[in-house]
Nanobody
Framework: QVQLVESGGGLVQPGGSLRLSCADS????????MGWYRQAPGKQRELVAS???????NYADSVKGRFTISRDNAKIPVYLQMNSLKPEDTAVYYC????????????????WGQGTQVTVSS
């Protein structure tokens, strides 16, 4: 059972930076896709940024030029560097993985982390 754990959230002033990390339970060898999503109160969960195993990235228009998704050469963790934060970035941020290999087997499944709160406020 793959478990994802997010960390790095917190309270930051507008214009500040945070770096979120998404770690797994140590079992993922490769993945097809990992993404960061966020959900603000009263709103639907939305994609923030994603990265494929090959390194292809994708960003929501609202975060382009401010956020960067990356991963270690060893595959996990996956990071989300968030710069020039705005109050509208306030949300719970979730890590998601789709399609992964562990223990020599491939699973066409997805897993979510529990989320980490990011609050941008003065």
């Amino acid at each position: 059972q793959v478990q994802l754990v997010e960390s790095g959230g917190g309270l930051v002033q507008p214009g500040g930076s945070l770096r979120l990390s998404c770690a797994d339970s140590g079992s993922i060898d490769e993945f097809n896709y990992m993404g960061w999503y966020r959900q603000a109160p009263g709103k639907q969960r939305e994609l923030v940024a994603s990265i494929t195993w090959g390194g292809r990235t994708n960003y929501a228009d609202s975060v382009k030029g401010r956020f960067t998704i990356s991963r270690d050469n060893a595959k996990i963790p996956v990071y989300l560097q968030m710069n020039s934060l705005k109050p509208e970035d306030t949300a719970v941020y979730y890590c998601n993985v789709r399609g992964y290999s562990t223990g020599g087997y491939y699973y066409a499944r997805e897993a979510w982390g529990q989320g980490t709160q990011v609050t941008v406020s003065s």
